[in-house]
């Protein structure tokens, strides 16, 4: 069984950062995407890792504040997201997959192992 997990999100103010962590203890980390979902609005795409090439990919809106990177050793994937705003709220999930199906992208098909997410929350 894939299992996966989110930690890290918190309330912030704008301009604040947070650390995300997607974990998992029964499959290893490699292609691996983070999307967000906010209230009343559709889940989209934040960033795409590739295992194979490095490849990385972010949505646009967050390019320049959110970092993915990995610690191999830990089998652990972060998202820093720096300068963060209120339109940034959102609940946060990491999602992996078997299969490694590139970073032209951001698409949430492309990833069957997903965690439960984690709420980030920015206001004043």
């Known amino acids: 069984q894939v299992q996966i997990v989110e930690s890290g999100g918190g309330s912030v103010q704008p301009g604040g950062s947070l650390r995300l962590s997607c974990a998992s203890t029964t499959f290893t980390l490699t292609y691996v995407g983070w999307f967000r979902q906010a209230p009343g609005k559709e889940r989209e795409g934040v960033s795409c890792?590739?295992?194979?090439?490095?490849?990385?990919l972010y949505l646009d809106s967050v390019k320049g504040r959110f970092t993915v990177s990995r610690d191999n050793s830990k089998n652990i994937v972060y998202l820093q997201i720096d300068n963060l705003k209120p339109e940034d709220t959102a609940v946060y999930y990491c999602?992996?997959?078997?299969?490694?199906?590139?970073?032209?992208?951001?698409?949430?098909?492309?990833?069957?192992?997903w965690g439960h997410g984690t709420q980030v929350t920015v206001s004043s």
């Open positions: 890792m590739s295992g194979g090439d490095g490849t990385k």
């Open positions: 999602a992996t997959d078997r299969t490694d199906s590139g970073c032209s992208g951001i698409h949430y098909w492309n990833y069957e192992y």
